[in-house]
């Protein structure tokens, strides 16, 4: 039988003052399992402690119980103390008579008697209580971020900053995502290739960061501190080494396609860098355009490039690093609206989503920066712009709101006033939404400074006639049906998560919502955490957001992945689950109910008739177990037990409490 | 004789002899007639002269899926009839990871019900000597001649509310399936006993649990029971008191239906099994019941990948609770 | 290719060469239409009220007619009517349960329910269509003008894309016309509004009318016979050029090589012959 | 004999086991105490790490033991720290609820409450009404062991 | 004006056609799809706000439900999935309840229209104004 000693506090009054604490210790005294009985005026105090810890030593106890406050509140202090004290900490329980007793009842009748029953359960608790010790993980001190948009850049520069390797695995040729596709940005105007093309050179020239461009993640193993993680390169057939990124070759390829990073609305060579502004500045061949691959004849470029770097039979390199922790920021796509047939979208050149009309503006793209129709090349008088085009539409598109296109429209239509100081916009919108430092007022110019005709109500739909685009609309303020001949249409359409964002999640063990955008730990206090220790999630891959809250989120980000490699171990929980596989019968339903995916099957050998069987059964892995316990009650042998809270210890809780009957 | 059907008889040992002398199979778990003809139990056959035992009649109720449990350990490959409610039951072993699927080969027998004896002796008398089958009827013969019956009346009560007579799953289907039955009075005692009081409900069970020997002849015969140990006989932690007395006894069989929950593929042989009679499908289909009715038709047993409701979850689900 | 066939009250009556073109078409083709026997009204209107469970009766009785076997139509409010009844008794078991009792037929929405049209796409297939045509309506502008019935709601129609729908434009390529596309061929026409609101039809009609026009069209075709009323009724002319309208089985038969007096010897033969089958 | 039990007027007073869950509910029933609300003395709390912990074992051995009411708090859905563990919960729960009312035990005996660690008022509020429901139904005779009998 | 969300108008629409105004955030797209605007007193979207506020008089008054051809553009692109035909349906079906009579018949028709109409028109006609 154990050694049990109960330490009763008085917390001042607290306690005192509705508990009878003579009555109390008298009674503990007679538990079972206890040698040594005591109370103190506030056992939390320096003095308090000692006594516990010498009393101890003393009495040679074994199990400590203590009659306090909450064990939420001082679990912690009086766990050290017995530890002080050369006791495992978690052989110490906590009656909690404070909270759950003295402070809720009045009358020193009723609460002395429910204190000692508190008190009775606790040691017939403890009594089962055995050593525990949390894990200790190694902490491998390098961080992945995977995607290299203005988040997963900030991200890595942040850790890079803090004294910390990071790898950046980026799926196009370049870094850079969706913001070096942007001409200017809100609410400031500041040009977005001048804002973001010097965080890229730093990222890229950084010691600590690594950019692995034109590369995939593909298997993800492991745990927090330890993430085996297993990246495919594909062959760029160009020797970065030797590249100058002297761009003759680009300039030379006799061959085109469809440049995505244009939105398709122009062409690119067959090898290409995807923006003038590359990072890193290494051409790359597309297979699929090159004549060399497709046809087997060409070479140009391998002719005519000076220092050599065209390397034909590269080939896909997987290889496998080991990570501490890993970001996601992979950010969002833009939904194809030619589902909405009513806006033709598809099926006429005037009729543009935000991204592609965005391009206009660039010196770079389709049009060299000329805003023009790309019908006739005409510059376009009347612009009508469609708010939520799949955006807060439950019937064919998504609930949730974009949260930018108000603001990019309000960009777009003062930057086209700007550029066509003729040109006349109209924005039909369900709501105007700008709750932003500076925004409100930007859209505020748009409409009172740059004259564009915000329209209460939405379209039901356009009639292309001949060079015109006749806009059917409403508005509703007014009750008017409106209908504009109208140059350009341009649509907001919805911000949604990476068609493969799913299956990155099941690869990365993170969950996503019904959109598939990456699910947070906590809405509100653990936006960057994700479910799964050491892996957090940056930028609009958790939901649309505009460029200041990205960048916010990815340090908050970095933050959180520099506090994780800063340590030398981690500590897991104590209290994991483990698995009697002797008993085991391996139906392994534990493995379905356990939110950690913290357990798998084992084949184990077990004699049988003079020879061996083998079967399987469940195994924990005590680094991924939180503790929930979950698994405990469907396995209906009992066979999984939770350390802590076992089986034995809530029977003996249960029974310890019902025993005045 | 109780043979329902020579022709059947043979078609099957027809098909199984080919197997055991081809070595597909090792073994073949079958039935043999036992001490009465109204009692048909588990052959075990390894060779063609064991198969000469074999019987297909009426009685035939013992579900040969569970048997797997042990067979498979000294066996590499094992065939099984199975009935409609043993192929449900091969479906939970299946489920619950206990049987390899590719290490057993399934004869499908599609079930016609199986004949409650006690039923028959009831409407015969004691001088019961046999029984002839056809077309639907049956032929009770007794000393004193030979009186007809219909055959639906006769049928065990695990048989009566059967939705799935054919085979769900099989390698191979020896007769013709029979399709789909209705079942509109299975959860009719549920339904009564839900019309009750609590203290009259109460006062049922303890009238019926009271008979209860805890022989655990249920559990033995459960295809949903496949633990290594029991809960009723672990010492540590003590959950099920040894003493025979009302709270044990509510407590064993709580926890055994419990531990049924979306699991119980409703075979009703806990039932069949139980010496005393106690309506243990009651508590079982209870479950059923209540759980189709929270989240959604699930029948265990039919489809061995569909997740059983236990394990899974919505985030709307609905609750049983005072408060939602 | 044989098919249960619901005529309803319009081809019986206004719209009886919609009928007789398709019959003589479907003759040509080898589709073999056969007409249901006592059929009855379909309503005309699907009702969207759910408490008025006898309006279903009529086309439930003649969706369960047909026995699970395809079953088609070429009225577009009549074929409406029909699909969308047979979804609501595949849909809703406690009006299925009070229909099929009172009407004492057994029906749980099974079968294909068709409009000619999907016929001709689906089961022959317009490219087979096209092989088949003896004039080719070579050099003739012809839009195609849809309307309602057909494409909303398109979830249960299932009939085309809603707001881009080609089938009609299909079948123009396939005879051999030139198609013109006009933005407006899924807008309403104005329906039973031209009955009480004249002028509310005018407008829709007039629209209709000159978007074709302006898009270069010389004739519409449609696939209700109300549709071709309000377009040949309503529209406001002011000395326009008018724009003929025919249903789009007037131009399958003219470009099978159908002349108006073997239409109707057809039409007397096929009735002369099932009278014999029976 | 305990006297906190014993009502003075009927001799009854019920005992009610709440099992909560230690982020929310005992958070909970923390808050009740730290702004010193009141319910009545006849709940005893035991701490269990997630309402998907409680196993019904546990429910039916405080009745055989002498509950007379067995309450099990958790997380409000969607909220629990574990992130599934009440959704779990709430299916195994919902279907042993309603198997120990078909054993013919009353309802009120057995029930599941969501409360979060900011209702303290909420904790108070249920362990009152639970207790005095209870107390209307009075003592649980159902699958009480006899043999189990008061020590102190 | 009533601005009691709960009349009878809205009760018996809402059973009715199984759709619920308060479902509806008004961006109008149905009035902008709405090919018959012109001839109503109120468009599309302002009767659902009507629904919404319960202004039941002044629905009872509109002409908006009965023009509506029931072309169901509005429900193929309400973002909400509101089958505003169904709505429109709704109401006219309690008006003509309560009106106990009906509000256009074979009476109102002249001869020659009744020569030249399809039967299909007269059908729906009669159907959707009649009771």
């Given at each position: 039988?154990?050694?049990?000693?109960?330490?009763?506090?008085?917390?001042?009054?607290?306690?005192?003052?509705?508990?009878?604490?003579?009555?109390?210790?008298?009674?503990?005294?007679?538990?079972?399992?206890?040698?040594?009985?005591?109370?103190?005026?506030y056992?939390?105090?320096?003095?308090?402690?000692d006594?516990?810890?010498?009393?101890?030593?003393?009495?040679?106890?074994?199990r400590?119980?203590?009659?306090?406050?909450?064990?939420?509140?001082?679990?912690?202090?009086?766990?050290?103390?017995?530890?002080?004290?050369g006791?495992?900490?978690?052989?110490?329980?906590?009656?909690?008579?404070?909270?759950?007793?003295?402070?809720?009842?009045?009358?020193?009748?009723?609460?002395?008697?429910?204190?000692i029953?508190?008190?009775?359960a606790?040691?017939?608790?403890a009594?089962?209580?055995?050593?525990?010790?949390?894990?200790?993980l190694?902490?491998?001190?390098?961080?992945?971020?995977?995607?290299?948009?203005?988040?997963?850049?900030?991200?890595?520069?942040?850790i890079?900053?803090?004294?910390?390797?990071?790898?950046?695995?980026e799926?196009?040729?370049?870094?850079?995502?969706?913001?070096?596709?942007?001409?200017?940005?809100?609410p400031?105007?500041?040009?977005?290739?001048?804002?973001?093309?010097?965080?890229?050179?730093e990222?890229?020239?950084?010691?600590?960061?690594?950019?692995?461009?034109?590369?995939?993640?593909?298997?993800?193993?492991?745990?927090?501190?330890?993430f085996?993680?297993?990246?495919?390169?594909?062959?760029r057939?160009?020797?970065?080494v030797?590249?100058?990124?002297?761009?003759?070759?680009?300039?030379?390829?006799?061959?085109?396609?469809?440049?995505?990073?244009?939105m398709?609305?122009?062409?690119?060579?067959?090898?290409?860098?995807?923006?003038?502004?590359?990072?890193?500045?290494?051409?790359?061949?597309?297979?699929?355009?090159c004549?060399?691959?497709?046809?087997?004849?060409?070479q140009?470029?391998?002719?005519?490039?000076?220092?050599?770097?065209?390397?034909y039979?590269?080939?896909?390199?997987?290889f496998?690093?080991?990570?501490?922790t890993i970001?996601?920021?992979?950010?969002?796509?833009?939904?194809?609206?030619?589902?909405?047939?009513?806006?033709?979208?598809?099926q006429?050149?005037?009729?543009?989503?935000?991204?592609?009309?965005?391009?206009?503006?660039?010196a770079?793209?389709?049009?060299?920066?000329?805003?023009v129709?790309?019908?006739?090349?005409?510059?376009?008088?009347k612009?009508?712009?469609?708010?939520?085009?799949?955006?807060?539409?439950?019937?064919?598109?998504?609930?949730?709101?974009?949260?930018?296109?108000?603001?990019y429209?309000?960009?777009?239509?003062?930057?086209?006033?700007?550029?066509?100081?003729?040109?006349?916009?109209?924005?039909?919108?369900?709501?105007?939404?700008?709750?932003?430092?500076?925004?409100?007022?930007?859209q505020?110019?748009?409409?009172?400074?740059?004259d564009?005709?915000?329209?209460?109500?939405?379209?039901?739909?356009?009639?292309?006639?001949?060079?015109?685009?006749?806009?059917?609309?409403v508005?509703?303020?007014?009750?008017?049906?409106?209908?504009?001949?109208?140059?350009?249409?341009?649509?907001?359409?919805?911000?949604?998560?990476?068609a493969?964002?799913p299956?990155?999640?099941?690869?990365?063990g993170?969950?996503?919502?019904?959109?598939?955008?990456?699910?947070?730990?906590?809405?509100?206090?653990?936006?960057?955490?994700t479910?799964?220790?050491?892996?957090?999630?940056?930028?609009?891959?958790?939901?649309?957001?505009?460029?200041?809250?990205?960048?916010?989120?990815?340090?908050?980000?970095?933050?959180?992945?520099?506090g994780?490699?800063?340590?030398?171990?981690?500590?897991?929980?104590?209290?994991?689950?483990?698995?009697?596989?002797?008993e085991?019968?391996?139906?392994?339903?534990?493995?379905?109910?356990?939110?950690?995916s913290?357990?798998?099957?084992?084949?184990i050998?077990?004699?049988?008739?003079g020879?061996?069987?083998?079967?399987?059964?469940?195994?924990?892995?005590?680094a991924?177990c939180?503790?929930?316990?979950?698994?405990?009650?469907?396995?209906?042998?009992g066979?999984i037990?939770?350390?802590g809270?076992?089986?034995?210890?809530?029977?003996?809780?249960?029974?310890?409490?019902?025993?005045?009957? | 004789?109780?043979?329902?059907?020579?022709?059947?008889?043979?078609?099957?040992?027809?098909?199984?002899?080919q197997?055991?002398?081809?070595?597909?199979?090792e073994?073949l778990?079958?039935?043999?007639?036992?001490?009465y003809?109204?009692?048909?139990r588990p052959?075990?056959?390894?060779?063609?002269?064991?198969l000469?035992?074999?019987?297909?009649?009426?009685?035939?109720?013992?579900?040969?899926?569970?048997?797997?449990?042990?067979?498979?350990?000294?066996?590499?490959?094992?065939?099984?009839?199975?009935?409609?409610?043993?192929?449900?039951?091969?479906?939970?072993?299946?489920q619950?990871?206990?049987?390899?699927?590719?290490?057993?080969?399934?004869?499908?027998?599609?079930c016609?019900?199986?004949?409650?004896?006690?039923?028959?002796a009831?409407?015969?008398?004691?001088?019961?000597?046999?029984?002839?089958?056809?077309?639907?009827?049956?032929?009770?013969?007794?000393?004193?001649?030979?009186?007809?019956?219909?055959?639906?009346?006769?049928?065990?009560?695990?048989?009566?509310?059967?939705?799935?007579?054919?085979?769900?799953?099989?390698d191979?289907?020896?007769l013709?399936?029979?399709?789909?039955?209705?079942?509109?009075?299975?959860f009719?005692?549920?339904?009564?006993?839900e019309?009750?009081?609590?203290?009259?409900?109460?006062?049922?069970?303890?009238?019926?649990?009271?008979?209860?020997?805890?022989?655990y002849?249920?559990?033995?015969?459960?295809p949903?029971?496949?633990?290594?140990?029991?809960f009723?006989?672990q010492?540590?932690?003590?959950?099920?008191?040894?003493?025979?007395?009302?709270?044990?006894?509510?407590?064993?069989?709580?926890?055994?239906?419990?531990?049924?929950?979306?699991?119980?593929?409703?075979?009703?042989?806990?039932?069949?099994?139980?010496?005393?009679?106690?309506?243990?499908?009651?508590?079982?289909?209870?479950?059923?019941?209540?759980?189709?009715?929270?989240?959604?038709?699930?029948?265990?047993?039919?489809?061995?990948?569909?997740?059983?409701?236990?394990?899974?979850?919505?985030?709307?689900?609905?609750?049983?609770?005072?408060?939602? | 290719?044989?098919?249960?066939?619901?005529?309803?009250?319009?081809?019986?009556?206004?719209?009886k060469n919609?009928?007789?073109?398709?019959?003589?078409a479907?003759?040509?083709?080898?589709?073999?239409?056969v007409?249901?026997?006592?059929?009855?009204?379909?309503?005309?209107?699907?009702?969207?009220?759910?408490?008025?469970?006898?309006?279903?009766?009529?086309?439930?009785?003649?969706?369960?007619?047909?026995?699970?076997?395809?079953?088609?139509?070429?009225?577009?409010a009549?074929?409406?009517?029909?699909?969308r009844?047979?979804?609501?008794?595949?849909?809703?078991?406690?009006?299925?349960?009070?229909?099929?009792?009172y009407?004492?037929?057994d029906?749980?929405?099974?079968?294909?329910?068709?409009?000619?049209?999907?016929?001709?796409?689906?089961?022959?297939?317009?490219?087979?269509?096209?092989?088949?045509?003896?004039?080719?309506?070579?050099?003739?502008?012809?839009?195609?003008?849809?309307?309602?019935?057909?494409?909303?709601?398109?979830?249960?129609?299932?009939f085309?894309?809603?707001?881009?729908?080609?089938?009609?434009?299909?079948?123009?390529?396939?005879?051999?016309a030139?198609?013109?596309?006009?933005?407006?061929?899924?807008?309403?026409?104005?329906?039973?509004?031209?009955v009480?609101?004249?002028?509310?039809?005018?407008?829709?009609?007039?629209?209709?009318?000159?978007?074709?026009?302006?898009?270069?069209?010389?004739?519409?075709?449609?696939?209700?016979?109300?549709?071709?009323?309000?377009?040949?009724?309503?529209?406001?002319?002011?000395?326009?050029?008018p724009?003929?309208?025919?249903?789009?089985?007037?131009l399958?038969?003219?470009a099978?090589?159908?002349?108006?007096?073997?239409?109707?010897?057809?039409?007397?033969?096929?009735?002369?012959?099932?009278?014999?089958?029976? | 004999?305990?006297?906190?039990?014993?009502?003075?007027?009927?001799?009854?007073?019920?005992?009610?086991?709440?099992?909560?869950?230690?982020?929310?509910?005992?958070?909970?029933?923390?808050?009740?105490?730290?702004?010193?609300?009141?319910?009545?003395?006849?709940?005893?709390?035991?701490?269990?790490?997630c309402?998907?912990?409680?196993n019904?074992?546990?429910v039916?051995?405080?009745?055989?033991?002498?509950?007379?009411?067995?309450?099990?708090?958790?997380?409000?859905?969607?909220?629990?720290?574990?992130?599934t563990?009440?959704?779990?919960?709430r299916?195994?729960?919902?279907?042993?609820?309603?198997?120990?009312?078909?054993?013919?035990?009353?309802?009120?005996?057995?029930?599941?409450?969501?409360?979060?660690?900011?209702?303290?008022?909420?904790?108070?509020?249920e362990?009152?009404?639970?207790?005095?429901?209870?107390?209307?139904?009075?003592?649980?005779?159902?699958?009480?062991?006899a043999?189990?009998q008061?020590?102190? | 004006?009533?601005?009691?969300?709960?009349?009878?108008?809205?009760?018996?629409?809402?059973?009715?056609?199984?759709?619920?105004?308060?479902?509806?955030?008004?961006?109008?797209?149905?009035?902008?799809?709405?090919?018959?605007?012109?001839?109503?007193?109120?468009?599309?979207?302002?009767?659902?706000?009507?629904?919404?506020?319960g202004f039941?008089?002044?629905?009872?008054?509109?002409?908006t439900?009965?023009?509506?051809?029931?072309c169901?553009?509005?429900?193929?692109?309400?973002?909400?999935?509101l089958?505003?035909?169904?709505?429109?349906?709704?109401?006219?079906?309690?008006?003509?309840r309560?009106?106990?009579?009906?509000?256009?018949?074979?009476?109102?028709?002249?001869p020659?229209?009744?020569?030249?109409?399809p039967?299909?028109?007269?059908?729906s006609?009669?159907?959707?104004?009649?009771?």
């Open positions: 039988m154990p050694r049990t000693g109960v330490f009763i506090c008085h917390c001042g009054t607290n306690i005192a003052g509705t508990v009878d604490i003579e009555k109390a210790v008298e009674a503990s005294r007679n538990f079972p399992g206890v040698v040594h009985a005591a109370d103190y005026r056992l939390c105090s320096e003095m308090g402690q006594l516990i810890k010498k009393a101890i030593v003393d009495n040679q106890l074994d400590v119980v203590v009659g306090t406050c909450s064990p939420r509140m001082h679990e912690g202090t009086f766990r050290k103390a017995a530890a002080e004290a006791l495992n900490p978690y052989l110490l329980e906590v009656a909690n008579i404070r909270e759950h007793c003295s402070w809720v009842h009045k009358d020193i009748e009723e609460a002395t008697p429910k204190a029953s508190l008190l009775r606790a040691a017939a608790k009594v089962l209580n055995e050593s525990l010790d949390a894990p200790e190694e902490v491998e001190k390098r961080a992945l971020v995977i995607g290299g948009g203005i988040a997963g850049i900030q991200a890595a520069i942040d890079a900053e803090a004294g910390y390797e990071v790898d950046v695995v799926r196009e040729p370049s870094i850079g995502g969706r913001m070096a596709q942007l001409e200017k940005t809100f400031t105007l500041d040009c977005s290739a001048c804002i973001l093309t010097p965080k890229m050179v990222a890229a020239q950084h010691p600590n960061v690594n950019l692995i461009t034109y590369s995939e993640v593909e298997e993800v193993k492991g745990f927090v501190g330890q085996d993680v297993k990246i495919r390169q594909k062959a057939s160009v020797d970065p030797k590249c100058t990124g002297c761009g003759i070759c680009y300039e030379k390829c006799p061959s085109k396609a469809s440049s995505e990073f244009e398709g609305l122009s062409k690119r060579k067959a090898i290409y860098i995807p923006f003038p502004q590359a990072v890193p500045n290494v051409p790359v061949i597309d297979r699929d355009a004549l060399y691959f497709t046809k087997g004849r060409c140009i470029c391998e002719k005519e490039c000076p220092p050599q770097a065209i390397v039979d590269q080939e896909d390199e997987i496998e690093r080991r990570y501490g970001i996601v920021a992979t950010g969002f796509d833009q939904m194809n609206p030619s589902q909405y047939g009513e806006y033709g979208y598809g006429h050149p005037d009729i543009l989503t935000g991204l592609e009309f965005e391009r206009l503006f660039n770079s793209g389709p049009t060299g920066g000329k805003v129709r790309l019908s006739d090349g005409k510059p376009p008088e612009v009508v712009f469609i708010q939520c085009v799949g955006s807060r539409d439950k019937a064919r598109g998504m609930n949730y709101c974009s949260k930018i296109c108000c603001m429209t309000a960009k777009q239509a003062i930057l086209l006033k700007e550029k066509v100081p003729d040109a006349k916009s109209y924005v039909f919108y369900i709501d105007v939404r700008t709750a932003g430092k500076g925004y409100e007022e930007f505020r110019r748009a409409a009172e400074e740059y564009v005709a915000y329209l209460r109500g939405q379209v039901g739909k356009i009639f292309p006639d001949g060079d015109h685009l006749v806009v059917h609309g508005d509703s303020l007014s009750g008017k049906i409106i209908e504009i001949k109208a140059d350009m249409v341009v649509l907001a359409a919805a911000s949604i998560a990476r493969d964002s299956e990155l999640g099941r690869i990365v993170i969950n996503s919502d019904s959109y598939h955008f990456f699910n947070e730990a906590h809405p509100k206090l653990k936006p960057v955490e479910h799964t220790a050491g892996v957090f999630i940056a930028g609009a891959c958790q939901a649309p957001k505009d460029i200041p809250d990205t960048v916010a989120q990815a340090s908050a980000a970095a933050v959180k992945a520099v994780l490699l800063s340590k030398e171990f981690l500590k897991g929980e104590a209290c994991t689950a483990e698995v009697n596989q002797a085991c019968s391996g139906c392994l339903y534990c493995e379905a109910v356990c939110p950690y913290a357990i798998s099957p084992v084949e050998e077990e004699r049988y008739q020879g061996t069987l083998k079967r399987t059964v469940a195994e924990v892995n005590p991924l939180q503790g929930c316990g979950s698994c405990t009650v469907i396995c209906r042998s066979s037990n939770l350390k809270f076992s089986n034995e210890q809530i029977l003996a809780e249960v029974d310890a409490i019902c025993l005045q009957r | 004789m109780a043979e329902r059907n020579l022709e059947q008889l043979e078609k099957i040992r027809e098909v199984v002899s197997d055991l002398l081809s070595g597909r199979i073994l778990l079958g039935w043999e007639k036992g001490h003809w109204w009692q048909s052959l075990f056959a390894r060779s063609k002269d064991d000469a035992k074999l019987t297909w009649d009426s009685f035939c109720a013992v579900n040969l899926s569970r048997y797997l449990l042990e067979e498979l350990k000294d066996h590499q490959k094992v065939g099984v009839l199975v009935k409609g409610c043993d192929s449900r039951a091969f479906n939970r072993l299946l619950d990871n206990m049987v390899e699927r590719d290490r057993v080969v399934l004869y499908g027998l599609p016609p019900g199986i004949l409650d004896y006690k039923l028959l009831a409407e015969a008398g004691p001088e019961l000597k046999g029984i002839a089958e056809e077309n639907g009827k049956i032929v009770l013969k007794t000393a004193s001649g030979e009186v007809e019956v219909k055959r639906d009346q006769f049928l065990m009560a695990k048989c009566r509310e059967c939705l799935y007579p054919d085979p769900v799953v099989y191979q289907m020896l013709e399936p029979q399709g789909k039955k209705e079942a509109p009075e299975r009719k005692a549920v339904d009564e006993l019309t009750l009081t609590p203290e009259e409900r109460f006062a049922y069970w303890e009238k019926e649990l009271s008979r209860c020997l805890r022989c002849a249920c559990r033995q015969a459960c949903y029971c496949s633990c290594r140990e029991c009723v006989e010492e540590n932690p003590r959950w099920q008191g040894r003493a025979y007395q009302p709270s044990e006894n509510f407590l064993f069989h709580l926890v055994r239906a419990y531990h049924g929950a979306g699991r119980c593929i409703d075979c009703g042989e806990c039932q069949r099994a139980c010496p005393v009679d106690i309506p243990l499908q009651e508590l079982n289909r209870k479950l059923i019941k209540d759980i189709n009715e929270l989240y959604g038709d699930y029948e265990a047993g039919l489809d061995a990948e569909l997740e059983p409701p236990l394990l899974t979850y919505r985030p709307d689900d609905p609750a049983a609770f005072s408060e939602k | 290719m044989r098919y249960h066939y619901f005529p309803g009250c319009t081809l019986k009556g206004q719209a919609m009928e007789s073109t398709t019959m003589a479907a003759a040509a083709l080898g589709i073999e239409l007409e249901l026997e006592e059929w009855q009204c379909c309503g005309a209107v699907y009702p969207l009220y759910e408490d008025e469970l006898i309006t279903l009766l009529s086309p439930v009785r003649t969706l369960a007619a047909a026995k699970g076997e395809p079953l088609v139509s070429l009225c577009a009549c074929h409406h009517v029909l699909k009844a047979q979804e609501l008794m595949q849909r809703n078991e406690e009006a299925r349960k009070k229909v099929t009792d009407l004492e037929v029906y749980a929405g099974e079968g294909r329910v068709l409009h000619f049209l999907e016929v001709l796409r689906d089961d022959l297939g317009f490219d087979k269509l096209a092989e088949m045509v003896k004039k080719p309506l070579e050099g003739r502008k012809v839009a195609a003008y849809y309307g309602c019935l057909l494409l909303r709601p398109s979830k249960v129609m299932q085309d894309d809603p707001e881009n729908p080609t089938i009609m434009e299909d079948l123009l390529k396939a005879i051999g030139d198609v013109v596309k006009s933005p407006y061929r899924t807008e309403c026409c104005g329906a039973y509004l031209s009480t609101e004249e002028a509310v039809a005018e407008d829709t009609v007039t629209r209709i009318i000159d978007s074709a026009r302006n898009a270069g069209a010389e004739a519409l075709i449609t696939a209700c016979p109300l549709c071709r009323y309000n377009l040949e009724n309503c529209a406001s002319e002011d000395g326009k050029e724009i003929k309208v025919y249903y789009f089985s007037e399958l038969a003219e099978m090589g159908l002349q108006f007096d073997q239409l109707m010897t057809s039409a007397l033969e096929r009735r002369r012959s099932s009278d014999g089958n029976k | 004999m305990s006297t906190a039990l014993n009502d003075k007027t009927t001799g009854y007073e019920p005992l009610i086991v709440a099992f909560c869950c230690n982020w929310c509910s005992y958070a909970g029933g923390d808050l009740a105490g730290t702004s010193r609300m009141s319910y009545p003395a006849n709940v005893r709390v035991i701490r269990v790490p309402c998907g912990r409680m019904p074992m546990f039916l051995r405080a009745f055989q033991r002498g509950a007379d009411g067995v309450l099990v708090a958790g997380c409000h859905p969607g909220d629990c720290h574990y992130s563990g009440n959704y779990h919960g299916r195994r729960l919902s279907a042993f609820k309603r198997l120990v009312e078909f054993a013919g035990f009353e309802p009120e005996r057995f029930e599941v409450r969501w409360i979060s660690s900011s209702e303290g008022d909420k904790f108070a509020e362990m009152e009404q639970m207790t005095a429901k209870i107390k209307a139904l009075g003592p649980n005779r159902k699958m009480r062991d043999r189990w008061s020590v102190t | 004006m009533a601005t009691s969300n709960k009349t009878r108008l809205v009760d018996e629409m809402k059973m009715q056609s199984g759709q619920d105004p308060n479902e509806c955030y008004q961006c109008a797209k149905c009035s902008a799809a709405c090919p018959v605007t012109a001839a109503m007193d109120l468009l599309p979207h302002q009767v659902i706000r009507y629904l919404q506020l039941e008089e002044d629905l009872a008054k509109s002409n439900p009965w023009i509506c051809a029931s169901f553009t509005c429900a193929a692109r309400c973002p909400r999935d089958d505003l035909a169904r709505m429109m349906e709704g109401i006219r079906l309690v008006m003509l309560r009106r106990e009579g009906n509000k256009f018949g074979p009476a109102d028709l002249t020659e229209q009744l020569e030249k109409l039967q299909q028109a007269l059908v006609g009669f159907r959707k104004y009649n009771k």
